[in-house]
């Protein structure tokens, strides 16, 4: 297929620079793009590239297109990534969804699955789970008893959903993803670890998104909840009552321990962690790799760690944040000898 | 089911104060509760949420009650948590163990299942495994050759064993753990990696639990070796050779790096990171984000890590570490000045 | 089978020392080995074992051999460990391939799949997929549409390999494995995040290792790519298009953001996290731990991170680093004051 670039232009609300009838039929990175294609710049780091792009137009801010000497066929926007987004999804609407039920898919009688569903290869569905509207279920992957899926969700290949799982509607779940594993309860019996029976269930509202090999929790007794529109990435740990308020986004590699609650529209960046029973709020951003051992109750950017150095001189810095204390206490004992000392001095 | 309070506080060894005559049927959380719930307060955050409980009766500690305007029905106990545990399991005694082979099971001829035993769909059972009594093999999961499980361990779905791995009784694997993967075993051989053949195997004692996409790799040589009752959350690395003593408990997003012995009796927080070849003792807690680069000798509680904070101030105070060894330098020289000058000065 | 030490010691390029016609037929660690095994010493940590082994030779390096009173037959070899290795694999070749398709796969009919090649019980081969020769897919493994698998390379059981993505020769895929899901590409909507279709695909060299439940997601437009002889281990995130160079082996649980490119020849311990949009050269090392939050232009060894210490002491250094800025100021200023008054002050 092939648009003119007007037609996109006009789909995500941007202006035209240049022949708005050039045809175009996918999209290119500025370096990799050739005839046909169209591109984006919202990285600065990338600007570089703008002048020798073979692509057949640019989507770019205004004031980008004003710094810059590029010419060329463009669709100028406020937000080029999220026009970027918008015209991506023009120009590649994806493969149909997909109907009916694979002969080695192994479907308990008492489940109950729609007509417009479509169920992969050799998955499980077992008793009493529900398959929603159109919902797409990959090969391998697995639904327990009682779990129920909304419309136009997909599974897929190798997913697990755990039992008495509730996953709304437009949910994308990504292979090797877990979600209603028990939580690690777990209570202590003369030295021994005795299991705390998980009771509770996992609700995920509509339009989440799942990483691959992420894993969700089952609470204790109350349920585990990803609120509307938030979105993991790949080997995140969401532990038991966890709340994840909704649109928020969790970068890969992160976990958030029991009975946290994490705020709307948060932005948890790559490798952070987060201790149990602890609250942030909405709107707050972690940059990544990022430890989180207290409430965090304004919004607002946070971050934690040290630098990176060569192995050498970290070496010596490291050692000393074993002496921070004692350097901050030799520190004020200098400093109230030599304000004793020092003439004139009015502190 | 319901139980009077009576009876559960007798099972659990607590008093009951109030009417031990009361019915429960299930339990619930403080401030979710309803009448024919019992609930419990372990955590002091909560206590705030015990005068409004609905719930007919609370398990509590001697002193909580003691500290409280609680009068409702409660049952008395020193372990409040433990006592929990116990009503949970008494209340929600599970499924039953099922049995048999789904049709839609592989199980190789030379594989020895125990009749009492349940394979569920699409399962696969490769040559010469054991499959011990009343052991439940989930949905998907694969058990590799040589491969043997004992008595009432239950595998959840999409489970992978590899092959030659022993497992305990009584064990309850979660879905996406893979046991008995490849250790990360490679040599340099003219600037392009050999690889050293994974010859060990892994060794799962009794009462373990293995979290959701937690991953343990076979040994080198020897076996890598998680002991009775070590209990494991989701998305844990154990390297090949690892040992895991006996009733440790380890939190989620762990890793263990190769040939490490942790000690028994402690307790890994999560995001912990550990060393290769390290010796951790016994009763050891490391809070979670704790990175382990040296062997902890002595049981204790030990920690790593930086504070989280703005942003901003973060910037400023990340880029003096890296300027740590400098100022202790300075600090001390300053030290030497001034207490060559300071009059009266004894040092 | 069992080989004479002399044949070994060819094998590998060695020199004898002792009795070159005692057989051997397995391997052992120098403290677990008995007769007709042959062992290694390559880690210090372990020179210790070397006078009591019973193993009926040692692999050693000339230093090594000098500095001790080992007596007893030997490989000399610069390189035990690479030596060992080699032994290792001559002595266990490992279980031949397997040829022909299980029963139980389902094989879409325009699968190309060579004759030599394996497939295991309840695989899924999705349509226009290429199975190259003599290449092994385990139990439950699902390759995706149009994904192309080179010759020799061997997929361990419950490994998801997504539509699109290119597969080297002679890899090695661990149980568990993801490689193609959906980059973690969203935009921001009016405070809801829009998914920004992921059209790349991944693209793995030959001789590449990939551990058990390590994800690989798919280019956002351009390709994710990991060159040939890359090593990862378990647990891994790499982000979409990132760019694994040639020769690079990555440890246990590190986290690679999007667009980050890691050099050739580089070493990334375990936990690692990585930025996006980074550049690390070649030849750079992290150690275990490491956070890295910017480019690292030049080959080296880079650390960073904080020492563990016993949580009593921790506390207090660890909220000392809040105030690192300020006392680098005040430092300052004290130094200012005391060599103005210094006297005789060269400064």
Not at 21 to 29: F, K, M, P
Not at 303 to 331: C, F
Not at 333 to 344: K, Q, Y
Request: aromatic letters at 4%; glycine letters at 14%; charged letters at 20%.
């Amino acid at each position: 297929m092939s648009v003119t670039l007007e037609e996109l232009a006009r789909r995500v609300g941007g202006e035209v620079q240049g022949d708005g009838e050039c045809r175009i039929d996918s999209v290119g990175t500025l370096i990799g793009a050739s005839a046909g294609q169209i591109s984006f710049l919202s990285n600065v780091r990338y600007k570089r590239h703008l002048k020798d792009t073979q692509a057949s137009a640019v989507i770019i801010s205004p004031d980008d297109l004003a710094a810059s000497e590029y010419t060329g066929n463009a669709i100028v926007s406020q937000d080029p990534y999220l026009a970027y987004a918008k015209v991506a999804v023009q120009l590649n609407p994806g493969p149909p969804a997909r109907q009916g039920i694979h002969a080695s898919a192994v479907v308990d009688a008492t489940a109950v699955v729609h007509e417009s569903a479509w169920l992969g290869p050799n998955c499980v569905i077992e008793a009493n789970a529900l398959i929603g509207e159109r919902v797409q279920i990959g090969a391998g992957s697995v639904v327990g008893e009682g779990t129920a899926i909304g419309a136009d969700t997909v599974l897929l290949p190798n997913v697990t959903l755990c039992h008495g799982v509730k996953i709304g509607m437009r949910g994308r779940i990504h292979p090797g993803a877990v979600i209603g594993s028990d939580g690690f309860g777990i209570a202590l019996d003369g030295g021994r670890w005795t299991k705390v029976p998980q009771l509770g269930s996992v609700q995920i509202g509509d339009d989440v998104e799942i990483g691959a090999n992420t894993t969700v929790d089952r609470g204790a007794i109350d349920s585990t909840i990803i609120e509307d529109g938030a979105k993991l990435d790949n080997q995140i740990q969401i532990a038991h009552n966890v709340i994840v308020g909704a649109h928020t986004a969790i970068a890969g590699c992160v976990g958030i321990a029991g009975s946290t609650r994490i705020g709307k529209h948060c932005a948890i960046g790559g490798g952070v962690g987060i201790a149990g029973h602890l609250e942030i709020a909405d709107h707050v951003t972690l940059t990544g790799g990022t430890t989180v051992l207290q409430s965090i109750r304004r919004s607002g950017v946070y971050s934690s760690g040290a630098p990176v150095e060569t192995n050498q001189k970290w070496h010596r810095n490291y050692l000393r944040i074993k002496q921070l204390d004692e350097m901050a206490r030799r520190l004020k004992e200098l400093e109230s000898r030599l304000l004793d000392e020092a003439p004139g001095n009015e502190e």
